[in-house]
């Protein structure tokens, strides 16, 4: 059985071997290399072509973020999970519009790491709580406009009105498919959650993709959230 072929980014060597040693442990992974700054991460992703990099925010010569935005032009099919000890949005949002598939905080249990790690490689996209949350408050909200049952006193804010504007041209069935994609869900999940055929999902998601100008997973959430939100 192949192996699934890992890179690590970190600046702190404890973090760098620490995950090396877990992972090597694990018969179906393998670190094929280690390194500790984001320039170093592109040339060895170039070397090894990973399957999975695992990448830390900040680093010295070039931030994760930036790395990642550099290795998912260059090889977009290559997953990035961010190494983060940090809960603030701006990286998280930052993270998905470059195309990372999801954020591992340091420090979390063995079986959390091992689970985000096959997660990621799976297709399910991992990411904060309070990041799904608001995403799929914001759905809701659209929804109960769209009825009037939205009073005056619960109107929405001007940043939420601009998040409703851009959810106008999905239907219900394509809000239902987003709000599955945002908890992380696989097109199987999804398919068994809403009653529909594997490829129907698929077709659906052609469909979101295009109706928002966007190519992937990852893009579909980042929509949602810009610099005006």
């Known amino acids: 059985m192949s192996k699934t072929t890992i890179l690590i980014a970190d600046d702190q060597p404890l973090i760098r071997d620490g995950l090396a040693a877990l992972l090597s442990m694990e018969e179906k992974y393998t670190v094929v290399a280690k390194t500790g700054d984001g320039l170093a991460a592109i040339a060895q992703v170039r070397l090894h072509l990973p399957q999975l990099v695992l990448m830390d925010i900040h680093m010295p010569k070039l931030n994760g ?9 260059e090889f977009p099919d290559i997953k990035v999970l961010i190494l983060t000890t940090f809960e603030d949005e701006e990286y998280i949002w930052e993270a998905i519009r470059h195309g990372a598939s999801g954020f591992l905080v340091k420090g979390v249990e063995t079986e959390k790491i091992l689970s985000t790690i096959q997660d990621c490689l799976d297709g399910r996209i991992n ?17 109960q406009q769209e009825k009037g049952s939205l009073d005056e006193a619960a109107a ?7 998040l409703m504007e ?26 068994s959650e809403l009653f529909l055929t594997t490829g129907t999902v698929k077709n659906y998601l052609s469909t979101i993709y295009k109706k928002l100008n966007v190519s992937s997973r990852s893009e579909t959430i980042a929509y949602f959230h810009n610099n005006d939100l």
């Open 65 to 73: 973020l930036e790395a990642t935005k550099q290795i998912k032009l």
């Open 127 to 143: 990411y904060p709580f309070s990041v799904q949350l608001r995403l799929a408050q914001a759905l809701q909200s659209s929804e």
């Open 156 to 162: 929405p804010s001007n940043s939420e009105e601009q």
């Open 166 to 191: 851009k959810l106008k041209c999905l239907s219900s069935q394509e809000r239902n498919i987003v709000k599955n994609l945002i908890q992380g869900k696989s097109n199987q999940a999804i398919a």
